[in-house]
């Protein structure tokens, strides 16, 4: 715990403490240590494990909700001109990939 404090990171708790792994064999208990660390900015965060969703595996999966903030959302694309040079080589170069393909 003290090195996660130290890179700034928090422990995550979950929403409800249930296993997240279980066992076919009644002579062992469902005990697995979760840990998940997150940034300070996100200390309020909590989990929630999933144990209806586990089936066919034995562990049940975890979910965060992470906050994500406007300014870390960043937009770009890459567009091919119309009808160009460019354009026709790379709907060329899909084609011979999907004739390629065995279906």
């Known amino acids: 715990m003290d090195l996660a404090d130290s890179l700034g990171l928090v422990h995550s708790l979950p929403v409800l403490p249930v296993p997240t792994h279980y066992l076919d064999t009644d002579s062992h208990t469902n005990s697995v240590i979760d840990l998940i660390f997150l940034g300070m900015s996100a200390s309020q ?59």
């Open 45 to 103: 965060v909590l989990y929630c494990i999933e144990p209806d969703l586990r089936l066919p595996l034995d562990h049940a999966p975890l979910l965060v909700n992470l906050p994500i903030s406007p300014e870390n959302i960043c937009f770009s694309k890459k567009v091919l001109k119309c009808d160009s040079d460019e354009e026709g080589a790379f709907l060329s170069s899909v084609n011979m990939g999907l004739c390629t393909l065995n279906f």
